[in-house]
């Protein structure tokens, strides 16, 4: 069964300096992996995906993250964070089941961003 | 974004009472899903249908029903809701093939008193 591993369920950092939020990936094939971003109260946000082609993805708001097969990574980065980044972050990984596909949670990084 | 729509946003109810949630989408999507959010568990999926009545079971399915009786509406039903069921609820649509993007609503805060 594939599976994500969030590192860091906490992550804090100053406005300004880079944001590194950590996912391992668990799969058995060459997966597809997605980071989703939810605000709060608000549903959730695609950040970008990775579906085999480029292994650098860039996202939207800045954000871009690159697979590493040999290290079963697909870590979230930002150059210079912004308050308004201050957000939850999943790392997704979908598996393949009986014919459909379900998409595997991580359980979240909790972004702060400081003034 | 997706024209995923969720009702109701919030309500609370008692324990032992059927509740009902609806998911309307307008993007003809063919896979819905139900997912809930508990602090430190992330998402987990409680059912999926990948068709007009054809669902299957989540990670999570006990003490929950769904039907899709059309492919814009997808419901989810506690029949006798518990404390444990209080989460915040979130449908998501997508047509299902590897690497497609999923779509998610705006979220069901459900409270079993």
């Known amino acids: 069964a594939q599976s994500v591993t969030q590192l860091d369920s906490h992550v804090s950092v100053s406005e300004g300096t880079p944001v590194l939020l950590r996912c391992n990936y668990s799969?058995?094939?060459?997966?597809?992996l997605f980071w989703y971003v939810q605000h709060p109260n608000k549903g959730l946000q695609l950040l970008l995906k990775?579906?085999?082609?480029?292994?650098l993805v860039k996202g939207i708001n800045g954000f871009e993250a690159e697979f590493k097969k040999s290290e079963t990574s697909f870590h979230l980065t930002k150059p210079s964070a912004h308050m308004s980044d201050a957000a939850e972050y999943f790392c997704?990984?979908?598996?393949?089941?009986?014919?459909?596909?379900?998409?595997?949670f991580g359980t979240g990084t909790r972004l702060k961003v400081l003034a | 974004d997706a024209g995923i729509t969720q009702s109701p946003r919030h309500k609370v109810t008692e324990t032992g009472t059927p509740v009902t949630l609806r998911c309307h989408q307008t993007?003809?999507?063919?896979?819905m899903y139900w997912y809930r959010q508990d602090p430190g568990h992330g998402l987990r999926l409680i059912h999926y249908?990948?068709?007009?009545?054809?669902?299957d079971k989540g990670e999570v399915s006990d003490g929950y029903s769904v039907s899709r009786s059309k492919t814009e509406d997808f419901l989810l039903t506690l029949e006798s809701a518990t404390s444990s069921q209080t989460s915040v609820y979130f449908c998501?649509?997508?047509?299902?093939?590897?690497?497609?993007?999923?779509?998610f609503g705006e979220g069901s805060w459900l409270t079993v008193v």
């Open positions: 990775y579906t085999s082609a480029a292994t």
């Open positions: 997704v990984v979908i598996e393949p089941t009986s014919g459909t596909y379900k998409y595997i």
């Open positions: 249908s990948y068709g007009v009545k054809d669902t």
């Open positions: 998501a649509t997508g047509q299902g093939s590897s690497g497609n993007t999923i779509y």
């Open positions: 799969s058995s094939y060459s997966p597809s």
């Open positions: 993007e003809n999507h063919r896979y």
